[in-house]
């Protein structure tokens, strides 16, 4: 489809190529079907399932074909998000998108979530969830009680929620401290979404450090 790729395009992708009848691709499937489209497709009738992390697992290749072009990889990464998820996962997923982009011409994994905040602005939500974890990060006594405190802070029963997920992604980047083993091992432990939270940590580490 080339760069002219919309919100419409991606929905008949979904529909031709994913089976998947269920949670929030199922709803939007079911929605696209009735004639609604992004960006109600994923947010009508879609209470349980809008904010979870189904779209921010998405988000490295907005920003793989976006390098240095924040804004870009924001544009992409928000049309992609509209079609079955709500406000809540588009800026994880757009958070991904630009540190995905950032990451194409950085090495250090540090100075692309700076980067990613200052482009996005401390009022972003999910930046100001980096923010706390970082602030949690820095104070704990150890890993375990910072484990506990972004759990306490952020905690969902939803294995799924975006934020929390969010949350523990960021984490394991902060603990890992650059290294691929100790990130994805900790994005692990950590639990909730664990194959989306450790796969998102290691590609966009990996994409930093190549």
């Not at 996962?89 to 991904?96: A, G, L």
Request: with cysteine; proline share 4%.
């Amino acid at each position: 489809y080339g760069p002219g790729l919309t919100s419409r395009d991606l929905c008949a992708i979904w529909q031709d190529r994913c089976w998947y009848n269920f949670c929030e691709y199922g709803v939007m499937l079911a929605n696209v079907q009735r004639g609604i489209l992004p960006p109600l497709s994923g947010i009508w009738n879609n209470e349980s399932f809008q904010s979870s992390h189904g779209c921010p697992i998405r988000a490295e290749i907005w920003g793989l074909v976006a390098p240095g072009r924040p804004d870009i990889a924001r544009h992409y990464a928000t049309m992609d998000g509209q079609t079955d998820h709500g406000p809540v996962s588009i800026d994880i997923e757009v958070f991904y998108a630009v540190m995905a982009s950032y990451a194409m011409e950085c090495s250090d994994i540090r100075d692309v979530l700076e980067r990613t905040a200052r482009f996005l602005g401390e009022e972003t939500p999910s930046v100001k969830v980096f923010r706390a974890v970082g602030e949690i990060w820095k104070s704990a006594a150890n890993e375990k009680s910072c484990w506990r405190r972004c759990v306490r802070t952020f905690g969902s029963r939803d294995a799924s929620d975006a934020t929390m997920n969010h949350a523990l992604t960021i984490l394991s980047l902060l603990i890992g401290g650059g290294d691929l083993r100790r990130t994805i091992v900790a994005a692990m432990r950590y639990g909730w979404d664990t194959d989306c939270t450790a796969s998102t940590a290691a590609a966009l580490l990996a994409t930093c450090v190549g």
